[in-house]
């Protein structure tokens, strides 16, 4: 009788552990569900907001107050490095749109995108000398290589395959960039604009070909 007791009592355990173990199962796989289908309506609005017209306008409005903020540094001493700086702490939205706005100061009529990208290959366009040129924008604080050029190269060469730009770009970056990279650009159509040409161009707005803006 102890022996029948104790099998029962296991086979209770086991049953027991069974149904735990699936009720905990399910209340997982609900979690799981849960979170995604969460996750899924935050990327739908967060790419709701990106579309929004609201966004596009706070950019807009926060770049010009950015624009002032870096003509006052611009004033000051050791106005490049410090330009430089501020500009990578900028939100890479309205940083996108402090670039677009120096070129509309500086007199060049842009194209500008539908809604911003997360991708940044092609932030705008701008047409100068009658050819639409594809703006790239690289705020990030890395040595530019010669990957980043070549993929830059073929966005390039699908825009113009589509008829969208001239295959020209203007490639816009905030750190260092090394000696090659700056003869690749040299021996293209497309135009690099860095260190102090990227500050000239933002805080002193005259019109002026972009092809003597390479240092």
């Not at 950019?59 to 003509?71: G, P, T």
């Not at 000051?76 to 500009?87: A, H, I, P, S």
């Amino acid at each position: 009788h102890i022996m029948k007791f104790n099998l029962n009592g296991l086979f209770l355990g086991t049953y027991f552990i069974c149904f735990i173990s699936i009720i905990w199962a399910g209340l997982f796989s609900i979690c799981i569900l849960y979170f995604f289908t969460l996750l899924f309506l935050i990327i739908l609005l967060i790419s709701y907001y990106l579309r929004s017209n609201f966004f596009n306008n706070y950019c807009k409005r926060k770049a010009k107050i950015e624009i002032n903020k870096l003509e006052e540094i611009y004033s000051k001493e050791d106005k490049k490095d410090n330009v430089l700086n501020y500009l990578k702490k900028i939100n890479p939205f309205v940083f996108n749109e402090v670039i677009l706005y120096a070129f509309e100061r500086n007199g060049y009529n842009l194209i500008r995108n539908k809604r911003y990208t997360t991708d940044g290959v092609i932030d705008g366009r701008v047409i100068i000398q009658e050819n639409v040129c594809v703006i790239h924008t690289k705020r990030d604080c890395f040595t530019l290589e010669h990957s980043h050029i070549q993929e830059f190269n073929s966005i390039l060469s699908i825009d113009k395959f589509k008829g969208l730009s001239s295959g020209v770009g203007i490639f816009i970056h905030t750190d260092k960039i090394s000696q090659d990279v700056i003869e690749m650009f040299g021996n293209s159509n497309s135009i690099i604009l860095y260190g102090k040409s990227l500050v000239d161009f933002i805080c002193c707005p005259h019109k002026k070909e972009l092809n003597i803006l390479n240092e």
